[in-house]
Every structure is written in C-alpha cells, then in structure tokens.
C-alpha cells in the first residue's frame, strides 16, 4: 500500500508541476553549444558509440546534456524519445548486446564485451550495478521552455515473483539560465526462484545555471541496493528437468539454492557542484559575450558502505567450506565496507575560437583525492572496523578541437604525482572527421590509450569473515588502439581495436566458488574486438542486428564469448496517423565460454572453469506503442526457455526469468 500511495502522490505532483503556468521567456537558439568535452576519467570506454535511435526527432522544447565530471563541461545528448525498443528498457539485456547478471531487474550485472568494462574502481562492490547508479557523468540535465516530468511503470510476472519498476522525473526551468529536477527510480523485484529478490530506491536533485559568463552544475543523489543472495541454485539440471530431485522444470520457486536469508547492501551517497567563470569580451558592434579564458573549480564528495549479512551462518560456512577454530562457534557474518572521498579541482581553459587563428583549446588542471576505507577488523570478531586514509594529488591537460566539420581531437593526460597513486598515468585520444562515400557522408573516428594504473586498495588489502588477503600487486599497464566508421545513410556502423594489458588483476576461482582469490597474471593479455551494427529495412519491414567478435589470447585469464549477437526482426506502422506501432521477435546469443560466476561474500563477478555456458538465444516477442505523449508495450519474455537443453543462464548457476507476461508504461506531462 505505501508503494501504491507513493507513486500516486508522485503522478499528482507531477500533473500540478506541468499545469503551472508557463514561464514566459524565449531561449537562446545556442543555449546547447558546448566548449571542448574532456574524457571522463571513470571511463575506460574505447569505441565512442553512435546510437542509431538518436535518428528520431528531438522536441525542440527541451535541450538535454551530459557533463564531464571532472570539468563540468557540456556534452549535448539527444533527448530520449524512444519510438521504437521501448520493451528494452525492462530488461537487464537491453542495457547492452550481451550482459551477465543473477536473473532479474536490480541484480548484480556486467558486459560480456571486454571493450565494454571499466577499469576497477575505488570501491569496487558498486561496480556490479554501474547499470542502476546515477553519477555526474550519466546525469541527464534538462532545460525546458516549459515545465516537464515523465513517469514509467513496468510489472511482470505474478504475485509472488512479480518484477516492477517505477521511475519519475520532474524538471523546471525558471528562465532560460537557471533549470532544477529531481529523478526516482524505485524497484521491487521478488524474483522467480528462491531467496533472490532485489529492491532498489535511487533518487538525486540537480540544478544547472548556464550564461555567458557564469556555469554552474549541482548534483546530489542517493543510492540504495538491497540484494538477496540465494549462491545459485544447486541442480543446473532444474531447467530441462533433469535434477535428481524431479520438482519439475517449471516450479522455479521449488529449485533449491546453495543460501538463504543472507543479504548484501549497498548504500551510499554522492555531492557534486562545478563552478565556471569566464573572462572574455563583446564583440564589436554585437552584445554577443566572447570567452577567451575560464576557471573552474570542481568539489565532489562521495559515501559509499557495504554490508555483507546473514542470518544463516551455517549455510555460508558449509558454503565457503569454513571451520571454525576448535572449541569455537562459527562468528557471525556481518562483514562491513565504506568509502569515503572528498576530491577538489581547480582548471584553467583558454577556449578554441576566441579569435580566428586560435584552432584549438587547452585546458590545465590540479586534482586533490582524500579518501578513507573501511574494512572489518579479525582482534573484535569482524565486529568492529579498522580504517585505512589515502591522499593523492593529479595533475594534468586537454588539448582539444570541437570546431570545423573535417577534423576534431581530443588529447588528453593525467599523473600522479604526490600520494598514494604517485606514477599513475592516463594518456587519451580520439580523433573524428568526415569523408564522402558515394556522395554521402561518413563519420570516422580514431582513439586510443596508454595508461599505468596504481591498484586500488581493495584490490591489495581485503579483510572479512570468509577472504582475507594482503597483497603487493604491481601497476597494470595497458595500451588499446581502436576505431570506428559510422555511415548514417546506411544505418551501418564498424568498430573495433585491440588491447594489450600487462600484470592484469583479477578474480580467480581456483577450485570452485569457495576459494576465490585476486590474481594478477605476470605477463600480457591480448585482446581483439571488432563489432558491426547494421539495421536493413524493406517497406514496414524491419531487421536490426548487432555481432561482435571477440578473441583473448588467455580465456583463463580473460574469458569472452568469441560470437555475441543481437537481431531484432520487427515492422512498424502509423496507425490513423496518431498511434505508432511495432511488432516483433528479438534474441540475444552468445557462443559458449567459461563465463564469468559469481562471489556473494565478495559480490564480485570471478573467473571460474567449472562450467561453460552459451549457445542459447534469450528471446522476446513484443508490441511497441507510441501515441502522442504516451509508449506502453506489452511482451512475452524468454519464449525459447524451451530450446535445446533449457540453459538459460548469463552467469553460472543463476538462470535468468523464466518465460513470463511483462508491460510497461510511460507518460510525458509538459504542459
């Protein structure tokens, strides 16, 4: 009942903020020009991606951006209008071409694409839900000529398994400088198998004010993940009915699982505000402000704790294969983890174009990172905590052009050079211009990076009930070279690079999931992807696909799935001129590997060679709608639960949903 009252307060407030009267103010046509972008230091992305939807038209009422979180520079996105694919957005496979995660919405989840990954962060158990978490760099900011808010539901499955999710956004601007929103994204997902539900409330406020002169961005956002670990269900054989136990293949709620009544929790919170001023002049005869020059100042501060619980010890211990000291009671499992950081930063930007022979922009900055780690401590019966401070100083530079239609770049580098991560080094750098092909044009793209990187704490020092380890881990370097060429009139996009990593860290699970441990290979790891996308269409006909090939010259060190694909044949329609319609069949494959399992006292995704999994299509048919400022779809999920040998698996041992009746819907409100 508090769900249901919430979410109908929400839809009041929502409908009462877009009938307020509108602002009477006219934008600048400029509003959305942007200086140079700078990389996001968080990002370890490769192939800078062109989203094909991205061809709908944008409302021209409202203007939509992303920030570099380092800088709080503008990047400009297209406004998510969403015609087509909307079922996608209930699904943890649509967040990428092939994705591993624990079964349903809100749990633990990676990209299969090694091109894909991030490097690991400072506190790497938030990692697994990088698809759930806003920060500044994927916070969307609006601005509005007249007040917006959208509200989503989605629901599948029946009462006792049932999968919802409820999002809303509000967003005002009050004139054509000064904009205000808040975002909700609630989730309650019970889950179709024992002891897995996940629940998730994540909301954050922001506010921009964009002049001539003056930027600001504000950010605060609070994130909450809980999540049931059940370790996976302990017959494989559950799914086609082969179990010794013969519940029955479709009596998922009667599998048997390795835990119960055993919890992880994420919580955690995050303060952001950029500040740019910029000095330049008028231009002669006009009133249009030049800027030559811009300071900024940037301070984040994250929160971020973890707390591994459980009230069934026995079950963990006969888990992890733990015995305690004879003459002893096995302690009790309530493993906590935080960290802390208060980063500050101060740039200087001479801005490109501020006369006509300055080509480019150059920007310097100085970064300070104070942070504190939490782990438990053994001397209190992993009770109390024990913390660890670090303190790192970066410096660095961007030399960039954004202007002019043949050729764009972007060099980028970062050192440490006082602290903890003294000698780390990031050198970046992309490059774009057009060419003809046939009279049309084409887009192509070059990028590439060397970096040394310090390992994190966790990485090195880990204390718990079930894992302790102290380790002296050498830096990793790694160098990738990719590309991209992208033709719009042909819907067609080819990417690709090859990535050569040395003393590579990750987690190794020896002989099985019960002694996991962090390794770093001590020689280099090759790996080469190459990705095509290309959409084909006849009349209302309609085939999308999506393949990449992957190959890792150590599986054992690197596993990927050598084929991955997505296809989605489907036709689309105007009905009466006013309702918008798609009907199809999608699927996600992979070729069979030795994937990633999963950790749950660590809540890391680890390296096994237990059991391979793959060649399964992961299949939906659905109805797309759009009419005037409403989507809705309705669709059946994983028809082909049937196919082959039913194993329906992204990550060992942990089925995904069965097939089950899923809708959705989602409501703009802007006037």
């Known amino acids: 009942m508090k769900r249901i009252a919430f979410i109908i307060l929400y839809i009041c407030a929502s409908v009462l903020v877009t009938q307020a009267q509108q602002p009477r103010f006219i934008f600048d046509n400029d509003s959305t020009k942007t200086e140079t972008p700078a990389p996001q230091r968080a990002s370890n992305s490769k192939t800078p991606s062109v989203n094909l939807d991205s061809l709908n038209k944008v409302p021209p009422a409202i203007s939509s951006w992303n920030i570099d979180p380092r800088l709080g520079e503008r990047i400009p996105i297209p406004m998510d209008t969403m015609l087509y694919g909307f079922h996608r957005e209930s699904l943890v496979e649509g967040q990428g071409l092939a994705i591993g995660y624990l079964g349903n919405w809100g749990s633990p989840a990676y990209s299969k694409l090694f091109i894909e990954q991030d490097d690991a962060s400072l506190f790497q158990f938030l990692d697994p839900y990088k698809f759930y978490y806003k920060t500044p760099g994927n916070q969307r900011f609006l601005s509005t000529k007249q007040p917006y808010s959208n509200i989503m539901y989605q629901s599948g499955g029946s009462r006792q398994s049932k999968e919802e999710r409820f999002t809303g956004e509000i967003s005002i601007s009050f004139n ?22 996940d629940k998730q409330i994540n909301y954050d406020f922001y506010t921009a004010y964009i002049s001539d002169k003056y930027q600001m961005h504000a950010f605060v956002a609070n994130n909450n993940f809980t999540h049931s670990e059940n370790g996976g269900i302990t017959e494989d054989g559950y799914l086609n009915g082969t179990d010794k136990e013969n519940v029955g293949k479709d009596n998922t709620m009667s599998f048997q699982t390795h835990l119960s009544e055993t919890w992880n929790y994420l919580r955690g919170k995050h303060l952001y505000m950029t500040n740019k001023y910029n000095l330049g002049y008028e231009k002669e005869g006009t009133e249009k402000f030049i800027p030559v020059a811009s300071v900024i100042l940037t301070n984040s501060y994250t929160d971020q704790r ?13 888990f992890y294969n733990y015995t305690p000291k004879a003459g002893t009671q096995s302690a009790p499992v309530n493993d906590q983890m935080a960290y802390y950081s208060l980063k500050n930063t101060l740039a200087v930007s001479l801005n490109e174009g501020f006369r006509d022979w300055v080509k480019f922009g150059l920007t310097a900055f ?46 980028y580098a970062d050192l440490g050079v006082l602290g903890d991560d003294i000698g780390e080094f990031k050198l970046k750098a992309d490059i774009s211009t057009t060419i003809n092909i046939k ?45 991209e060429i992208y033709i719009p009139h042909t819907e067609t996009r ?34 080469v992807s190459l990705r ?12 999308d696909n999506q393949v990449s090939y992957q190959m890792s010259d150590k599986e054992d060190v690197i596993p990927v799935p050598t084929l991955s694909l997505y296809t989605n044949l489907y036709i689309k329609a105007k009905l009466a001129k006013v309702l918008t319609m798609q009907l199809g069949v999608d699927a996600h494959y992979h070729t069979k590997y030795y994937a990633l399992g999963y950790d749950p006292a660590l809540g890391q995704f680890v390296n096994q060679d237990e059991v391979q999994i793959g060649n399964f299509p992961f299949a939906t048919a659905y109805a797309n709608f759009h009419l005037k400022k409403t989507r809705f779809f309705v669709m059946m999920y994983n028809v082909a639960k049937d196919f082959g040998d039913s194993n329906y698996f992204t990550v060992p041992h942990y089925p995904v949903n069965p097939m089950i009746f899923k809708f959705g819907l989602s409501w703009n409100f802007t006037n």
Request: glycine residues 10%; positive net charge.
């Open 176 to 197: 054509k400088n000064l904009t205000v929103g808040f975002d909700i994204d609630y989730v309650y997902s019970r889950g179709f198998y024992q002891y897995n539900p």
């Open 306 to 318: 973890r707390r591994f619980y459980s009230r069934n010890v026995e079950a963990l211990d006969k």
């Open 366 to 411: 100085i970064e300070n990172d104070r942070r504190t780690f939490r782990m438990p401590s053994e001397e209190f019966g992993w009770i109390a905590t024990r913390d660890t401070t670090q303190n790192s100083t970066f410096i660095g530079g961007i030399l960039s052009k954004e202007k002019g239609e043949f050729l764009k770049y972007n060099l």
């Open 439 to 483: 009279g049309q044009k084409a887009i192509v793209k070059a990028n590439g990076y060397v970096k040394n990187l310090v390992p994190q704490l966790f990485q090195n020092s880990f204390r718990s009930k079930y894992y302790t380890w102290q380790k002296e881990f050498s830096n990793t370097k790694r160098i990738f070279v990719g590309g």
């Open 494 to 527: 080819l990417s690709g690079g090859v990535e050569n990593i040395s003393n590579y860290i990750y987690f190794n699970n020896l002989e099985g999931i019960q002694m996991t441990s962090p390794t770093q290979d001590g020689g280099s790891v090759r790996v």
């Open 532 to 543: 095509l996308d290309q959409n084909l269409h006849y009349g209302i006909l309609h085939w």
